[in-house]
């Protein structure tokens, strides 16, 4: 059995692929999470071919296997508002389309927030951005990332992840992202009770979607709908749960991704702290 604890995360993505992978070895880590384009939006910087080719040797002699590209967390396909929408979709196929310069990774994305139409609506506009975006070729992964059920935002329950994932076609190409923050902030508990929200996953959703983690504690207390990430072992999940959540069989060899506020230094200690949990 494979159990190599592949952990990460969040780089900023400004000096390029090969800088991030160099950056990720020396904080201790050997994956990461990056930012496909300003996460405000606008215009992404033109992929540096050689850039990709350097940081995928780099990658092969550092043992860097997959690593997750993230939405600009301003993407709603299901806003209410039309150009809002087709903004989503013209960004969402760009950035696949820029993905396939690093082939098999992955790329998540919030699926959104329908803000007054409803879940429903917004079930359909984002499954509609899917239909229209995936393609039966593309080498990457979309994950739909669990929400902390913040304002109107869908995925807050695994219910509606699915409901989306049952209207797509190309399902073959999804999966989700469980955010350790916003699945205890929607109200699953996984510091006290991980079996069951894991058995719960695996009968609304199916365990063979979840595809990485974001390892994250929470400012606030079970169920509080606010999601604000805190450092490991800092808030209301602490660190035994994120103990169990490492080692867990159903999570073990999946990668992890912090998106805890922390510079540099602080994700080291962070990363070490966590290899020092891994059994
Ligand atoms: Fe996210
Ligand atoms: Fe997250
Ligand atoms: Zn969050």
């Known amino acids: 059995m494979e159990n190599k604890f592949k952990i990460g995360c969040h780089l900023s ?31 992404a910087k ?38 809002t929408r087709n903004f989503a979709r013209q960004t969402f196929k760009d950035d696949l389309k820029r993905m396939e310069y690093i082939p098999g990774n992955m790329y998540n994305f919030h699926p959104g927030s329908h803000v007054k139409q409803g879940v429903e609506i917004g079930i359909d506009y984002i499954a509609e951005m899917l239909n229209d975006a995936l393609e039966a070729s593309q080498t990457t992964t979309v994950l739909l990332e669990t929400m902390a059920g913040k304002g109107s935002e869908i995925g807050r329950s695994f219910e509606e992840l699915q409901k989306i994932i049952e209207k797509v076609e190309l399902d073959s190409h999804l999966g ?7 699945v205890y902030d929607a109200g699953y508990d996984i510091a006290g009770n991980l079996d069951s929200v894991l058995s719960e ?27 604000r990430h ?14 169990a959540i490492i080692n867990h069989e159903a999570l073990k060899n999946l990668p992890f991704y912090l998106e805890t506020p922390n510079d540099a230094p602080g ?3 962070e990363i070490a702290m966590l290899k020092s949990l891994r059994r």
């Open 267 to 269: 994700y080291a200690r």
């Open 13 to 43: 993505s400004s000096k390029g692929f090969l800088n991030m992978g160099k950056e990720i070895i020396s904080l201790g880590g050997n994956t990461f999470q990056f930012f496909t384009r300003n996460p405000r939006g606008g215009a």
């Open 46 to 83: 033109a992929i540096d071919e050689e850039d990709v080719q350097r940081f995928k040797e780099f990658a092969g002699e550092n043992g860097i296997d997959v690593i997750l590209a993230h939405a600009p967390y301003t993407l709603n396909a299901c806003s209410a508002d039309e150009e």
């Open 230 to 243: 805190e450092k490991i072992g800092e808030g209301s999940i602490g660190t035994e749960a994120f103990s």
């Open 201 to 227: 996953f695996d009968s609304v959703i199916g365990l063979d979607r979840l595809k990485a983690v974001h390892i994250n504690d929470s400012k606030n207390p079970f169920a509080s709908h606010k999601d």
């Open 176 to 182: 989700v992202c469980l955010d350790t923050c916003h």
